[in-house]
């Protein structure tokens, strides 16, 4: 019987920091749930020099990840360097040492999950990753655990905070897409380079890891449909609330027996709907299951305290895997194959801006197209303020994927129509 759990602390950042801060302040809290003390004994840093806000030892830091590797009195290795290759490699090297990982690195769990959870299969090691998904928001657990029994047939919500906290501010402040952005960087919400974000990069990675593990197969990151903030134009926002919804930049994924659709784009979400409340920079997921129905996770999906409590929860779990000698014993194998819809079994409602000519018989002429594809819509507005051009509005009912994409493309070949100013799916409606 072990009489300590030693850790091997990889990185020592906003969330690193952190995990050193909640294992110091909370050390009593920890023994009592798991009947030993555990301790940071090795930290992987870039610079050794650099001062540090810490009470651990000079000592316990190193640039040598073989030192930590090496050490036997390290049980367990906890990845928050950050970025993909670095990481990957580290991580993979602690499951061939025989030292079980908790990781809070969606870039890495997103493109090669699968493969280091068979890595850590193979070398019966636990591999943890609830920090990589929500922040403080405790969903992976709550899919592998909580929610087993059931089986999700859906989940979407709001899983990127920077994005959401744009949208916020452009919706309530009023302010344009580049001062909200300007704030969330000042804030430390957004990066110096925040594509990943605003271009929905960061949020698919985190949905393919979500589509995953709810529907037990594999989900790769190309079988995600991803728009960013970038295609929102002005006025979409003025016009939404209009017809009572809210624009988020959300993430769905959906299974039946056609197979799996995930996306991740902006979105116009009903007013009504617990979402359409969600601001600033908090994530909410809602789950849909058979047993169960509808369930919804809500929490700061980012920072360095909520974020590492996620880690310390893993940490929790992979210690007391250690102490009753059952690590690696979970199967991560997925239980079905991969098949993914294809576009014409793909549906939803559709919201469509269209800048056109201001002539007779335009209306007309556009609704035509619409039937022809097999579209019937349920909203169409006429707003036209010079006598020269009018916006027309369309939400439709429930097409395909396919029909939409083949309306738009007739749409921009119409010579009356000058441009498709934007489209949006419409979510949380089955109508």
Partial sequence: MKNEINIGLLGFGVVGSGVAQILDNHQEDLQHKLGVPVSIKKVLVKNLYKERDCDLPAEVFTTDLNEILGDSSIDLIVEVIGGTTEAREAIEKSLNAGKGVVTANKDVMAEYGLDLLQLADENKCDLFFEASVGGGIPLIRTLEDGLASDRISALTGIVNGTTNFILTKMKHDNMSYEDALAEATELGFAEADPSADVDGIDAARKMVILASLAFSTEVRLDDVFVRGLREIQDGDLELAAQFGYTLKLAGSAKKNCDGIEVAVE??????????????????????????????????????????????????????????????????????????????????????????????????????????????????????????????????????????????????????????????????????
């Fill in 266 to 431: 902006p979105v116009l979400v009903p007013d009504s709907h617990p979402l359409a409340s969600v601001n600033n920079e908090f994530n909410a997921v809602y789950v849909y299951g058979e047993a169960v129905g509808e369930t919804m996770f809500y929490g700061p999906g980012a920072g360095s305290l909520p974020t590492a409590t996620s880690v310390t929860a893993d940490i929790v779990a992979a210690c007391r895997n250690l102490l009753m000698g059952v690590n690696g014993r979970r199967i991560h194998s997925p239980q079905h194959e991969r098949h993914v819809k294809t576009d014409d079994r793909k549906f939803a409602r559709y919201f469509h801006r269209i800048r056109v000519k201001d002539e007779v018989g335009v209306l007309t002429k556009l609704t035509a197209i619409y039937s022809r594809y097999g579209a019937s819509l349920a909203t169409v507005i006429q707003d036209s303020d010079n006598g020269i051009e009018a916006d027309l509005i369309f939400i439709t009912h429930q097409i395909s994927r396919q029909q939409h994409l083949d309306i738009m493309n007739e749409l921009n070949e119409t010579p009356e129509v000058i441009n498709v100013l934007s489209h949006y799916r419409v979510e949380g409606e089955s109508r």
